[in-house]
């Protein structure tokens, strides 16, 4: 999974700044915008399983939420520019995504002998697209609603990103045991749905 200019700056290379170093890191040739352009682009292949849960109506390719920071003046960033652009400029890609403002091809997926090669060429991907490429690359997904999760083979940590209903979905039946509640959830359960608010952590110790 590739985003923006990766391989662009390459000191090793004879062109050290140059298209191609992108192409031999991904395997994907790309074009450059030498101008301020906006990043945001769409879903044009809403049929293809790697963007199985992407927004039809949504714009990609920006921040569109609060950004708490101590570096930046303010908790939301509202101009989405990006100069240089990049753009995918290859036939044997399938195209995901283009830009809505100049309908160039932004986001796009490549068979490689051995491996595939996911290319966003703005900076931001948001996390239905990132969930959709990980159940496509068969991954286990334990939530799908946006919500900040950690996860290993002993714990699920769920932090919330609104206040309502979320959902777990375990990988094998367990007893998610809360490890600073002190109390169990429930025993030999695959799903776990909670009540939970805006901010709340819960930590399972998952046997």
């Not at 879903?43 to 708490?68: M, Q, W």
């Not at 986001?107 to 996911?118: L, Q």
Request: charged share 25%; hydrophobic share 35%.
């Amino acid at each position: 999974m590739w985003l923006y200019a990766p391989g662009f700056i390459n000191p090793d290379k004879e062109n050290i700044m140059c298209n191609e170093n992108i192409e031999d890191l991904t395997g994907i040739k790309v074009g450059r915008i030498n101008h301020t352009c906006s990043p945001r682009f769409k879903i044009t292949d809403l049929t293809h399983p790697a963007v199985r849960y992407a927004v039809e109506d949504r714009r990609y390719g920006y921040i569109d939420r609060d950004v708490h920071s101590n570096v930046w003046l303010g908790n939301v960033i509202k101009s989405a520019y990006m100069n240089p652009g990049f753009y995918i400029d290859d036939p044997d890609t399938e195209i995901l995504g283009t830009y809505c403002e100049m309908g160039l091809p932004a986001y796009a997926i490549k068979e490689m002998d051995g491996w595939t090669s996911v290319y966003c060429a703005p900076q931001i991907l948001r996390s239905e697209l990132i969930a959709s490429l990980a159940e496509y690359a068969g991954c286990h997904l334990y939530n799908r609603q946006d919500d900040v999760m950690y996860a290993n083979k002993h714990f699920v940590t769920i932090h919330a990103a609104y206040k309502g209903k979320h959902t777990i979905d375990f990988k094998r039946p367990c007893s998610p045991y809360e490890v600073y509640e002190k109390r169990y959830y429930g025993h030999n359960i695959t799903k776990l749905e909670v009540e939970m608010r805006t901010g709340d952590t819960l930590m399972f110790y998952v046997e």
